[in-house]
């Protein structure tokens, strides 16, 4: 795993985390804030269908039943507490955008497939986590679905008096859990790549094997990943999106941001598409989740709290497609993206 996308892996785990914590303590939406764990704006876009192949049956069936359309969501039978069998998930050539997760979510998995273009190749990780309390799955999917673009502002003071790092307290909501041994990513072509289980920092997370950060190429049409489950449920045949390509036209690469930047890049086809944007100075870093509609600036309240004197010496900016599945208690967002 690269630094760069061991950043990425782990924003979108924060980020997922404090959509649960939201979901339990009633945090607003909307706006931005310094306080995450007091009143939180989760940076995470919201859990749509790609526009490509993969759509599952039951998403499907969701239609079929003139379900409101929306979110892309595989679903199985609810249940309480305890995992259903593995969900299949089937490609289709037609995907549906509807579909509800619903019940008492436990467990989260966090699936990352991130293609660079510039260096040609992908990366993957992923990482499953148990929350400490239920959370509904209706506020769940409130938190993570939100129709408008969305910011976090964050103080970047983390060291305390000592010079110690300060471990988030979010740390203390989730336990780590084992998923299997390894991760298998199978595309028509065959196999694509091998997730392993590694141990670190007190986490059990997925990467590619010791001396591998990524593989060669493009995220290829029809790829798709089983979880063979132990702690965290098993998920079988899951689709992974393809993003469209990114092309950015202002800021250009190596512009620095201000707080007046405005933000233009050519739209995707896909309403499902959602764009992350990533910034940071010396005091505060910024994640927005916005709609993929062509042009974005800050809010008012953001620029607000930014200041005149932000500047970012660059902005990292992807697109991203989101998609959540569900088995009994354990649900599993997953994330496929290409930056510019």
Avoid: K
Avoid at 4 to 26: D, I, K, Q
Wanted: hydrophobic share 35%.
């Amino acid at each position: 795993m690269t630094p760069a996308h061991r950043s990425h892996f782990f924003v979108s785990f924060f980020s997922l985390t404090f959509v649960l914590l939201a979901s339990c303590g009633g945090g607003s939406s909307g706006g931005s804030t310094n306080d995450l764990m007091e009143d939180s704006s989760p940076a995470v876009s919201p859990v749509m269908d790609a526009g490509g192949s993969g759509a599952s049956e039951n998403s499907q069936m969701g239609a079929e039943n003139g379900e409101s359309e929306g979110a892309e969501v595989v679903v199985t039978e609810n249940s309480d507490a305890t995992p259903e069998p593995p969900v299949e998930s089937e490609p289709s050539g037609s995907p549906s955008n509807s579909g509800t997760i619903s019940g008492n979510v436990l467990q989260f998995g966090v699936v990352d497939v991130e293609y660079s273009p510039g260096f040609d190749q992908t990366s993957l990780s992923a990482g499953f986590f148990g929350a400490n309390l239920p959370v509904n799955a209706d506020q769940l999917a409130s938190q993570f679905l939100p129709d408008e673009d969305v910011c976090s502002v964050v103080d970047l003071d983390i060291v305390d008096d000592s010079g110690d790092f300060e471990i988030p307290d979010v740390l203390d909501q989730v336990e780590s859990l084992s998923a299997g041994e390894v991760i298998p990513f199978t595309s028509p072509s065959g196999s694509f790549a091998e997730l392993t289980q590694v141990q670190a920092f007190g986490f059990t997370f997925y990467q590619l094997g010791d001396d591998v950060d990524s593989v060669p190429g493009s995220i290829p049409a029809g790829l798709e990943f089983s979880i063979p489950g132990d702690e965290f449920a098993a998920f079988n045949n899951i689709p992974v999106s393809v993003p469209e390509p990114l092309q950015v036209t202002t800021p250009t690469p190596g512009q620095p941001v201000s707080a007046d930047t405005v933000f233009t890049w050519s739209r995707g086809n896909s309403e499902s598409a959602r764009l992350s944007i990533s910034l940071f100075s010396a005091r505060i870093s910024v994640d927005c989740e916005v709609i993929d509609d062509g042009q974005f600036e800050f809010p008012i309240d953001v620029r607000a709290e930014l200041g005149d004197d932000f500047q970012s010496l660059f902005a990292t900016i992807s697109r991203e497609d989101r998609r959540v599945f569900q088995n009994g208690s354990s649900v599993l967002f997953v994330t496929s993206s290409s930056d510019q």
